[in-house]
């Protein structure tokens, strides 16, 4: 097996989930990278951090496919690892009698009882998330980080393919946001703006620099995305010892430039890994191949100046608005806006000027009730190819 160059990716084509085609893509491109002799060392506990957003059926594109999930513990414990699967979802709920419905529903749980091996919801561990400081942090200092990843020998991020609402697209670096305590993801939602807030992902990714990602490309999603976008088939496997390096290829498949992904950006920036094209080995696949258009989330603006935008700004407006007839009163929308904007009356109500335009509300939301709404001169302005 040829040694591959730590910011090689490897794009693998994968037409669907059954079991036999994802485990051949996965091995491929796991083999394509260099396998994983070096990264994973007989009796190290392995960290499988799934995309685990909510409570969803694998059908929906949701969450990391319980397909990809098998062929990589398969392969992890191949190498003599001894994973375990982890996430928090973005709004932790419990069902009746304590139990947390997010692992079950997505059907990781089922895979990993399957195969013999553990798997959380990091908040229904005990002491499950330590205070711990951010080296180098540049927006955040301290996180709540998870205890499953810091005692893991080794972590592996295995995003789902999607756009984002807020961060127009989410990958291996974004997938580590869900490692930390709620309380750090308020806060780093808080930093309001884009740039501030892509940085505190960046913060947070810096603190467990997982060594290596997989991602889920068989079936991506596209538009209102990270929740309630369409499914998209890309019908790819994305591999890399590089995070960084494989966002930058994944986003460009799907129809960005890797520089206007800000936490890839930044991640190149700080030395975390490499978002230069150019600088990247690409096996399998090539991306003019590979490349499918991922129809882009409603607040993705085009580049405006900004003196523009400061008359223009109350024009621009890209907000999140509940759609009453939608609405099953659940409250998970105001349980999960970090700035308390919403109130209950009895349906949901936004204080518009305490929102800070970052669509928790509308990702959580288990309905679709809480949608993103464009003012007219945003609608024309934004761009959905």
Same mark, same amino acid.
């Given at each position: !097996?040829?040694?591959?160059r730590?910011?090689?990716?490897a794009?693998v084509?994968?037409?669907?989930?059954?079991?036999?085609?994802?485990?051949r893509?996965?091995?491929?491109?796991?083999e394509?990278?260099?396998?994983?002799?070096?990264i994973?060392?007989?009796?190290?506990?392995v960290?499988?951090k799934?995309?685990l957003l909510a409570p969803?059926d694998?059908?929906e594109?949701?969450t990391?496919?319980?397909a990809v999930?098998?062929?990589? +513990?398969?392969?992890?414990?191949?190498?003599?690892?001894?994973?375990?699967v982890?996430? =928090?979802p973005?709004?932790?709920?419990?069902?009746?009698?304590?139990k947390?419905? &997010?692992l079950?529903?997505?059907?990781l749980? %089922?895979?990993?009882?399957?195969?013999?091996?553990e798997s959380?919801?990091f908040?229904? !561990?005990e002491?499950?998330f330590?205070e711990?400081?951010?080296?180098g942090?540049v927006?955040?200092?301290?996180?709540y980080?998870?205890r499953l990843?810091?005692e893991?020998?080794? @972590?592996?991020?295995?995003?789902k393919?999607k756009?984002?609402s807020?961060?127009?697209?989410t990958g291996a670096?974004?997938? *580590?946001?869900? &490692?930390v305590?709620?309380r750090?993801? $308020?806060?780093?939602h808080k930093?309001?703006?884009l740039?501030?807030?892509?940085?505190?992902?960046?913060?947070i990714?810096?603190v467990?620099?997982p %060594?290596?990602a997989?991602m889920d490309a068989v079936?991506? !999603?596209e538009g209102?995305?990270?929740?309630?976008g369409k499914?998209k088939?890309?019908?790819? +496997?994305?591999?890399a010892?590089?995070?960084?390096?494989?966002?930058?290829? &994944? =986003?460009?498949?799907i129809?960005?430039?890797p520089m206007?992904?800000?936490?890839?950006?930044?991640?190149?920036?700080?030395?975390l890994g490499?978002?230069d094209? =150019?600088?990247?080995?690409?096996v399998?696949e090539r991306?003019?191949?590979?490349?499918? =258009?991922?129809? $882009?989330p409603?607040?993705?603006?085009v580049?405006i100046?900004?003196?523009? !935008?400061? @008359?223009a700004?109350r024009l621009?407006k890209?907000q999140p608005?509940?759609?009453n007839?939608?609405c099953?009163?659940c409250?998970i929308? %105001?349980k999960?806006?970090?700035?308390? &904007?919403?109130? *209950?009356?009895p349906?949901?109500?936004?204080?518009?000027d305490?929102? @800070?335009?970052c669509?928790?509300?509308?990702? *959580?939301c288990p309905?679709?009730? *809480?949608? @993103?709404?464009r003012s007219w001169l945003a609608a024309?302005v934004?761009?959905d190819?």
């Amino acid at each position: !097996m040829q040694e591959a160059r730590p910011s090689t990716v490897a794009v693998v084509k994968c037409p669907g989930y059954e079991e036999e085609l994802v485990r051949r893509a996965v091995s491929a491109a796991l083999e394509d990278i260099g396998g994983l002799v070096g990264i994973i060392r007989p009796g190290d506990k392995v960290l499988l951090k799934a995309n685990l957003l909510a409570p969803a059926d694998p059908g929906e594109a949701v969450t990391t496919h319980p397909a990809v999930v098998r062929a990589v +513990i398969e392969a992890v414990k191949e190498a003599g690892g001894v994973p375990v699967v982890g996430d =928090s979802p973005g709004y932790f709920t419990r069902a009746a009698g304590g139990k947390c419905p &997010a692992l079950s529903k997505c059907g990781l749980k %089922q895979v990993a009882d399957d195969l013999g091996i553990e798997s959380f919801q990091f908040e229904a !561990m005990e002491d499950s998330f330590i205070e711990t400081g951010v080296p180098g942090g540049v927006y955040l200092d301290r996180i709540y980080a998870a205890r499953l990843a810091l005692e893991a020998d080794v @972590i592996v991020t295995l995003p789902k393919l999607k756009t984002h609402s807020n961060t127009w697209y989410t990958g291996a670096v974004k997938n *580590m946001f869900g &490692a930390v305590a709620t309380r750090t993801r $308020k806060e780093a939602h808080k930093l309001a703006t884009l740039e501030r807030f892509s940085g505190s992902i960046v913060d947070i990714y810096s603190v467990f620099k997982p %060594q290596l990602a997989i991602m889920d490309a068989v079936i991506g !999603m596209e538009g209102e995305g990270p929740r309630h976008g369409k499914p998209k088939p890309a019908g790819l +496997i994305l591999a890399a010892r590089d995070p960084v390096a494989l966002d930058a290829v &994944a =986003s460009k498949i799907i129809g960005f430039d890797p520089m206007e992904i800000l936490t890839t950006r930044q991640a190149a920036a700080r030395g975390l890994g490499t978002g230069d094209l =150019s600088a990247i080995e690409i096996v399998g696949e090539r991306i003019e191949d590979a490349a499918v =258009s991922f129809k $882009k989330p409603s607040g993705r603006m085009v580049n405006i100046p900004p003196f523009v !935008m400061r @008359i223009a700004d109350r024009l621009l407006k890209v907000q999140p608005e509940c759609v009453n007839e939608d609405c099953d009163r659940c409250r998970i929308c %105001q349980k999960s806006c970090p700035v308390d &904007a919403i109130t *209950m009356t009895p349906y949901p109500e936004i204080d518009r000027d305490r929102c @800070i335009e970052c669509y928790c509300c509308n990702e *959580m939301c288990p309905t679709g009730a *809480m949608q @993103i709404k464009r003012s007219w001169l945003a609608a024309r302005v934004s761009r959905d190819v």
